[in-house]
């Protein structure tokens, strides 16, 4: 047995990482690549602070994982000594999936398969490597077990995940209004019927948690620079990647190189095992030190994109309440045709249209549910008095066009 951690972490202090399958986890090499991960994509062209990683977000989950787990028990929910490893490893491992820039390449590189999907193939990898030890959290991770409610602390709208990248984000960027009392959440937990649930007296930081998560997505995560730069992010690499499938070469890193050259879906994950070997090589390193090279290229298109990534000149947005039209779309490509000599063909690397839609909460997914002190229980829908709930699980739509700025 491998002897424990115990890691200085600035949002929750002191994180004891015990010795055995939660420390070989943590050790693992897919594990540590998502050092080289940021937690936040590219939201740091606008809050210079979220510099933070996808490692330091799966230590704070496992963190909170650890204490909702003693919460419980403390209050007479039995939980196995081995369910307990297994929720804890399960968390730690549930974003070992995601690609360079989190979610913002997902598409990109790969299509139709989500980090989850990925996620679940290398905790599949890394349990035959152990022999096996993770089969129980691969079948909480996959709701498969019959206690729901450890499956419901890693994936819900609830979940050990939320609360850490809201306090963790708000952290890191500065966006104090993102706070939220994770601890006091974690403190009323409970389980009813196989469901997690909230004791009544937590419903005020229930409020706060949907109240924040709003904020951080439209002040953050959804903010329209950090959407534009993005976007500009994607046409670079859609670029790329056209101009390798055409058989032109390029500078990229052998992993970086291998998912531009070829057209990979979920077919063909699993029909060839070197593209998950490949996937687990690549962090944001390999993008970012190509784009440095792609900025001399001889191809205008990507040479322009990719100075405008270095220099921080992301895409000027428009942002609508109805979609973009179709004379708005041939009017911004006219113009860029007049302003960059790009032809018609090209042109359409050097803009975006994009529908964002988010809601805060879901009334059809699982429910947050309020537990009173006489066993009756409401939704949070129901419960509060403050929030008007019918507008949080609103999806809002809006209409993004972004396009090379003059």
């Known amino acids: 047995m491998t002897d424990g951690k115990i890691i200085n972490d600035p949002v929750f202090g002191f994180i004891k990482i015990p010795g055995g399958t939660l420390m070989d986890i943590v050790d693992h090499p897919l594990m540590q690549r998502l050092r080289q991960i940021k937690q936040v994509g590219l939201a740091s062209v606008v809050y210079p602070g979220a510099q933070h990683t996808r490692f330091q977000h799966s230590l704070g989950a496992y963190y909170l994982m650890s204490e909702a787990v003693l919460s419980l028990t403390q209050k007479g929910i039995f939980i196995f000594d081995s369910e307990a490893e297994a929720v804890m490893a399960a968390i730690l491992l549930h974003d070992i999936g995601h690609g360079p820039y989190s979610h913002v390449l997902e598409h990109t590189l790969v299509d139709g398969v989500s980090h989850e999907d990925v996620s679940l193939m290398m905790m599949e990898q890394i349990n035959r490597e152990m022999g096996g030890r993770l089969n129980l959290a691969l079948s909480i991770f996959k709701n498969d077990y019959p206690k729901r409610f450890l499956h419901q602390l890693i994936s819900s709208q609830l979940d050990m995940d939320r609360l850490d990248y809201l306090r963790r984000d708000s952290f890191f960027t500065g966006v104090t209004e993102g706070n939220i009392g994770s601890a006091r959440i974690i403190k009323m937990l409970n389980v009813v019927d196989d469901q997690l649930v909230v004791e009544s007296k937590g419903i005020y930081s229930i409020e706060n948690y949907l109240t924040s998560r709003r904020l951080m997505y439209w002040q953050v995560y959804l903010h329209k620079t950090t959407v534009a730069t993005e976007k500009m992010l994607v046409n670079l690499l859609l670029r790329a990647k056209h101009m ?6 390029l500078f ?15 077919a063909y994950f699993a029909e060839h095992p070197e593209a998950l070997e490949n996937y687990g ?3 944001d390193t390999d993008i970012h030190c190509s784009i440095k090279e792609w900025a001399n290229s001889d191809d205008a298109v990507l040479s322009l994109l990719a100075r405008n990534v270095i220099a921080r000149r992301p895409f000027k947005v428009e942002i609508h309440d109805t979609p973009i039209t179709d004379s708005r779309i041939a009017e911004i490509e006219d113009m860029l045709m007049e302003k960059t000599g790009v032809n018609r063909e090209d042109v359409r690397y050097l803009y975006q249209v994009s ?12 429910h947050i549910t309020i537990l009173y002190k006489d066993g009756t229980m409401k939704d949070i829908a129901e419960a509060s008095e403050i929030l008007n709930v019918s507008l949080l699980s609103k999806k809002i739509r809006k209409y993004y066009l972004c396009y090379h700025r003059m």
């Open 281 to 283: 090589k690549l962090d």
């Open 355 to 366: 529908t964002i839609s988010k809601d805060m909460y879901d009334v059809n997914d699982d």
């Open 252 to 266: 990229a890193t052998p992993s970086l190189k291998y998912f531009l050259q070829h057209h990979i879906d979920a």
């Open 244 to 249: 390798m499938q055409e058989g032109r070469d």
